[in-house]
């Protein structure tokens, strides 16, 4: 899928994308044997999602440069539609005692991920549905934003980026992305 965003929005979007994409890198890396993740920071599976997305939304904005072909970021979207759904049916394993929202939200991205990079997007009510979607997701997230308390994480000197106000934004930023890019299409 060729992305027609405009140039402004698209240097707006990527850098954006790239800096919320820091903490989840830290934390993975910073807390990837942790078991006592306190309850405001995202699950590593959450962070590794955020990662997956960020990098395909990214590649899909300079989408001319065709940085990983389209069948990888399908796969990679199927697994996580995959993965995530069978969490929510519990036919997963491996369960992470974790609430379901993030479940559904990773479950419906990578549908929507999956869905755009088909390149088709010949049911623009599909497309807007999963706008919508993402706009309410948006709008939950901008709400956990001004609800978000300071919490302190264990971490290389208690990074500001650790604190679920940039876990919140980065969701609003992310949320605010798919948006665009589903509704767009839908149009």
Not at 83 to 93: D, K, N, T, Y
Not at 155 to 161: K, Q, S, T
Request: charged share 10%; hydrophobic share 55%.
């Amino acid at each position: 899928m060729v992305m027609t965003t405009p140039l402004l929005l698209r240097w707006v979007f990527i850098p954006a994308l790239l800096v919320f994409s820091v903490p989840a890198i830290g934390r993975l890396v910073a807390l990837r044997a942790s078991t006592d993740r306190p309850a405001d920071i995202p699950d590593w599976h959450e962070d590794l999602a955020q990662l997956v997305m960020g990098g395909a939304m990214i590649a899909m904005l300079l989408s001319r440069t065709n940085l990983v072909p389209k069948p990888v970021w399908l796969v990679a979207f199927g697994i996580q539609a995959i993965a995530f759904g069978a969490q929510l049916l519990g036919l997963s394993s491996k369960n992470c005692g974790c609430a379901n929202w993030p479940r559904v939200h990773h479950l419906m991205a990578g549908l929507a991920m999956a869905y755009a990079l088909t390149g088709t997007m010949e049911l623009p009510a599909l497309a807007g549905s999963f706008g919508m979607y993402f706009i309410g997701y948006t709008g939950w997230a901008g709400y956990r934003l001004v609800r978000a308390r300071a919490v302190a994480v264990a971490g290389p000197g208690g990074l500001v980026l650790w604190q679920p106000q940039v876990v919140e934004i980065g969701r609003v930023v992310m949320g605010l992305g798919m948006a665009y890019m589903m509704l767009s299409a839908a149009m």
